[in-house]
């Protein structure tokens, strides 16, 4: 669930005042907009898509993080649950220097702001090769993968246990299996 209040910042202003707070927080042009916490399933698929990524990834060429700053230049500051950024960048980071692949776990709340608004911001992103957005309710994912051409108008939809995500740009593939392992299911 998200939470809009009568903030408005721009992104530089925004780093500063967020640093330390126990809320989870957004900006979204301009406007602060805080986050509320997720259902077990939503931390459950987070947590394994992370492990996955981490599990395949080529970590000195790149980073998988949680919750990470993506600075989108249209006064508007995301963190989606896993960004995946090039390696080396200074500790003292607050954003991605350039995602390459993000990944979103919908919840009921954000389902119209994560197939919509953040698709349209994360795809504009030069660097970004992949946006996934994963259902917490069943298998499924909404795959936006960059082609020769750009990224395709619409997602690609994955469904089911035999499904896999795969992410040529940087070599890894994410089965479903893995993704969705432990999550109880609605039936």
């Known amino acids: 669930m998200n939470v809009q209040l009568p903030m408005h910042m721009d992104p530089q202003a925004f780093l500063a005042w967020v640093q330390g707070r126990e809320e989870r927080y957004e900006l979204d ?15 459950q698929i987070t947590a394994n898509l992370l492990r996955t990524i981490e599990a395949s990834l080529d970590r000195k060429r790149f980073v998988a993080l949680p919750e990470f700053g993506v600075s989108l230049g249209t006064n508007s500051l995301r963190f989606p649950d896993v ?5 080396g960048g200074p500790s003292g980071d607050l954003t991605a220097t350039a995602p390459l692949l993000i990944a979103e776990v919908l919840s009921p709340s954000s389902e119209r702001v994560d197939l919509g608004d953040k698709a349209a911001e994360y795809l504009r992103l030069s660097s970004l090769s992949a946006y996934l957005v994963f259902a917490q309710d069943e298998m499924k994912a909404w795959v936006w993968k960059r082609g020769a051409e750009g990224f395709a108008p619409g997602a690609d939809v994955l469904e089911g246990m035999e499904a896999v995500v795969r992410v040529d740009a940087l070599g890894i593939d994410l089965p479903f299996l893995e993704i969705y392992a432990q999550v109880r299911l609605s039936e």
Not at 29 to 43: C, D, K, L, P
Not at 83 to 87: E, L, Y
């Open 83 to 87: 960004v995946v950024d090039v390696a």
């Open 29 to 43: 042009r301009g406007r602060v907009i805080m986050m509320t916490g997720g259902s077990r399933a939503h931390w």
